[in-house]
């Protein structure tokens, strides 16, 4: 089956934009996280999305916001760009969002602020 | 809140064995998951630990000690294809995963 989908793969950005990121996860899984992922802080959590209903949200600025559609695919929108805010951001799925539970990862969206 | 230490890298020999430690301070607990990632790769899920003990999936073995919020994960007869990072990660009731900064294994022959 298909693995989880993220679009696109690399993204340049000019400070005070904004950006749109997809997932697209397996099908049949009905949760969806994201994380930002950056070598001095490793992956950090965003937020997870089960059924278009947002359950947690991680320790970021309202900059940062996402949603779910019914169909499970997902979105995260970053405005007002910042320098900082360059990292690889990573979707994960899973059946259910448990963390006991294996999360899928997509091949990441590099985003390059400058 | 969350906190999780591991080594920020390791070396070791082809065909050797290598453990890689974890330690966690978390404000409720429900697991310990390992997760691989080669350098341009999405990470992914090698094993779950939710109670003590050990959990075995061919060369990699994961261990979990509840009581010293400690665990670690076992490679054995490494290969070059091990070369990789290694994440652990912390499960605490509110779907999400915190994860540690990860371990740099580097294989050499």
């Known amino acids: 089956k298909a693995g989880v989908t993220q679009t696109p793969r690399y993204l340049i950005k000019t400070r005070g934009q904004q950006v749109t990121l997809s997932c697209s996860p397996i099908?049949?899984?009905?949760?969806v996280s994201w994380y930002q992922q950056t070598p001095g802080q490793g992956l950090q959590f965003l937020f997870e999305y089960f059924s278009e209903t947002q359950r947690n949200k991680g320790n970021f600025p309202g900059r940062f916001s996402g949603r779910q559609f019914s169909n499970s695919r997902s979105e995260m929108n970053v405005s007002t760009l910042e320098l900082g805010d360059s990292a690889l951001y990573l979707c994960?799925?899973?059946?259910?969002?448990?963390?006991?539970?294996?999360?899928?990862f997509g091949q990441g969206t590099r985003l390059t602020v400058v | 809140g969350q906190s999780l230490e591991q080594p920020s890298e390791v070396t070791a020999v082809e065909g050797a064995i290598v453990q890689i430690n974890c330690t966690y301070q978390?404000?409720?607990?429900?697991?310990l998951s390992w997760y691989q990632q080669h350098d341009g790769g999405a990470p992914t899920f090698l094993s779950y630990n939710g109670l003590d003990g050990l959990e075995e999936t061919g060369r990699f073995s994961s261990f979990l000690s509840r009581s010293d919020s400690y665990g670690y994960l076992l490679l054995q007869e490494l290969q070059m294809k091990d070369s990789a990072s290694y994440f652990c990660?912390?499960?605490?009731?509110?779907?999400?995963?915190?994860f540690g900064k990860g371990t740099k294994l580097s294989v050499i022959p």
């Open positions: 978390t404000s409720g607990f429900y697991g």
């Open positions: 994960a799925s899973s059946l259910f969002g448990g963390e006991n539970t294996e999360a899928f």
């Open positions: 990660a912390v499960g605490a009731g509110s779907y999400q995963l915190t």
């Open positions: 099908s049949g899984h009905r949760s």
